[in-house]
């Protein structure tokens, strides 16, 4: 799964920027329905966009014609339903803590993403496989804006971090998450 995701980052890196849209980005009609086929793709941790676009170049994993463009860190479309998103994040988390599992560190999630926004795929990759799935399930319930590539909607891969902090003891706990660029 890894290779995959290096393999289409690499591709992905030779394209210009790209912008996410606001929520009215919905009347703009997706980029399929013209027939015409593009994605977005941000960068992974720990490689360059250079590095994305070598590896998208040697790939060959996307069909011919095919124009992409990666996101900057502060082009990751917005979560529409961040409230909600940020509950079940806390409740996710208190899962694990109930389980007397201590929850710290950082988790990396390639999320695909559809051109309306909608999750329609979710790696997991944290080296344990019941966070890997609860991660999964968290990031399901997750809706974004609709990212733009040119005059159009099209679908994205995601790379996604969100940090966990916890101090907990037998009478206590408090929890911490926040996004990472």
Known sequence: MKTHILVLAAVLGGAGPLHAQAAAADTIPACADGGISRLAVTVPPGQTREEVVQALNAS??????TQVRILESDQKPAIVNR???HEL???YIHRFLRRGMQVDGEATTLVRIDAEGRVVGVDAASGNRDVDLEIQRLWRQARFEPVLVGSCRAPAYLHLNLSFASDFDEDWHETHVRETP
Do not use: D, S
């Not at 060959?60 to 014609?65: F, I, K, M, R, S």
């Open 83 to 85: 409230e909600r998103f």
């Open 89 to 91: 994040v806390v409740m």
């Open 60 to 65: 060959g994993a996307l069909p011919a014609g």
